[in-house]
């Protein structure tokens, strides 16, 4: 063999060698297609079954006043603005008045959510919109238990809601990575929307003003004047269809602000609080997501606290006030550091990075660094409204969270597989991959666990009253009913409960999963009198005792059953 075989042959193994080079992420035909399979999957969380689930108490009241918007009437749910209404109204006149029409919309306004957080996202780098997405999309969040794994699954104002907020934050993205009118301005607009589905929306306007800001610099604050401006105005002008505009406002405004006021009782780690405690929204989420995923979440936080410190450490560096160091790292790298205007350009991805071990470059951790950062700040901003303003935790309200707790996991879970140098990647990029390899496994155990609720979707508790005694030809016209609220019952009874003591019912149900509604001790007693009659039908969280001696149960006659 020659010295110029000698010479080239190596480089010709390389080049076959490069040639079978695995796929990486940055491949669009690979990114597209993992999209495509988390799309498929959120929209198997979030359709299938979907009619067939028990109703939320809300719904009825959201979906009624939606389909009257659309017909000139605005006397229904004054207490919240209109746009959430207005979808499901508009929805309802597409595919059909009720309620499984406007439950559609709300399903695919977070499959829109997950759409938007994926097309962002991929800005920076394709595996921070495909977990976004991901997260977005796939991650559980129940209302209670019994109402399923999947709050998005009924049509509330939350899911209307999420979807404007996401939209907000990626147009105050390039907003604020451009510097540019149209960005500024179309965020106005749909932060106004934001702000018209539900109030507490207007936080984002907030974060919005102060993101770009610190971004921009003295640059913001005239597009900042135009962008809360035409927030307002947008917010106002959702109100235009109604008569009365201002007036309809400040009764909205009152209203919630006596809501808040008073307080509202919640169930919160086995105790009832009127006014939620700090720690209030976030046990809910963490009850409303599961264990597995809560912990995954943790995990996240911890590599997103990592990765801000590694963005600060700089061996060149001087002291800086904190707030220093919040611009610089917002603003991008100075001069020296190899670029200006910090980032790469809005539609750019950075090239040569992938989830491969490849060197990371400055502008990507930095960028990711800046998601970090919009994420944290809008995540304390909603925690602070809730905690000091709202003062109220209902079971729903979390899911506003994890719309920046998203953005979080996009930056946490992406950045260990960027930070290799050359060669061997260090000790601390072995346990940040550990790290998130973790995270990401235990998101799956999460998902997997909805996934299998969404399969077993069925009517539970007081929708199975009705059946289970029409099975057994029993009479159903009048209950005792303990335990349980109005709105648990009413859509699928046919008659109010007995007036009073003296009257007989067929049938008695007693819901015991409320803590701030327990059942009644007289009910109590007579069904421990009476036992060895009374058939019991364990109907998930409520039973219900039929008897089986007589067609009736006098209430006021405790001794009915003969004793045993």
Known sequence: ??????????????????????????????????????????????????????????????????????????????????????????????????????????ALATLAGGVVLFYWLKTIHPAAGLVAAAVWLLVPRALSPDMGPRIDRFAILEPVLCFFIIATLALVWFWAQTGRWRWACLAGIVGGLATGAKLSGAVVVVVGLVFAAVTLG????????????????????????????????????????GHAANGHEVDLAGGVYLHAPWWGILWQTGAGIGPACTAALVICLVLVAALLIATRRRPSAKAHSPLAHGRRLLRGPGAGEGAQGGGVPVGEVPGGEALSGAPQSAPLRRELAQLAVLGLVTLVTFWA????????????????????????????????????????????????????????????????????????????????????????????????????????????????????????????????????????????????????????????????????????????????????
């Open 218 to 257: 003295w640059r913001a604050w005239l597009q900042g004047l135009v962008f809360g401006a035409i927030s307002v105005v947008t917010f106002v002008a959702t109100f235009l269809p109604a008569d009365d505009v201002l007036g309809r406002v400040g009764l909205m405004l009152s209203q919630g602000s």
């Open 385 to 564: 409204l809730q905690t000091f303003v709202v003062r109220i935790a209902l079971g729903h309200y979390y899911v506003i969270l994890l719309v920046p707790l998203t953005l979080l996991c996009a930056a946490g879970l992406t950045w260990p597989w960027l930070t290799a140098r050359a060669g061997q990647p260090g000790a601390w990029t072995v346990v940040g991959r550990a790290l998130a390899a973790l995270a990401a496994g235990l998101f799956a155990v999460g998902i997997g666990q909805s996934a299998v609720e969404v399969a077993d979707t069925r009517p539970t508790g007081m929708a199975r009253v009705m059946g289970e005694l029409a099975q057994r030809h029993r009479p159903a016209q009048s209950f005792a009913i303990t335990g349980a609220t109005s709105w648990e019952w009413k859509s699928y009874l046919p008659a109010e409960p007995p007036a009073n003591s003296t009257d007989s019912v067929d049938a008695i149900l007693v819901e015991r999963h409320w803590l701030r509604f327990r059942p009644e001790e007289g009910i109590l007693d007579f069904i421990a009198k009476n036992r060895a009659c009374l058939e019991l039908v364990q109907l998930d969280t409520v039973e219900m005792y039929i008897p089986t001696t007589t067609p009736q149960i006098p209430l006021t006659t405790p001794t009915w059953c003969p004793t045993q």
């Open 1 to 106: 063999m020659t010295d110029v075989q000698l010479t080239q042959t190596p480089t010709r193994r390389r080049v076959a060698h490069a040639g079978r080079r695995a796929p990486r992420l940055d491949e669009p035909w690979l990114t597209y297609g993992l999209f495509g399979l988390i799309l498929l999957t959120g929209a198997y969380l979030l359709l299938y079954k979907l009619p067939e689930f028990n109703l939320n108490p809300d719904e009825t009241i959201y979906t009624i006043s939606g389909l009257e918007y659309m017909h000139g009437t605005f006397t229904g749910n004054l207490v919240h603005p209109f746009v959430a209404k207005y979808v499901f109204g508009l929805a309802q006149l597409i595919g059909g008045p009720g309620i499984a029409t406007a439950r559609y919309a709300a």
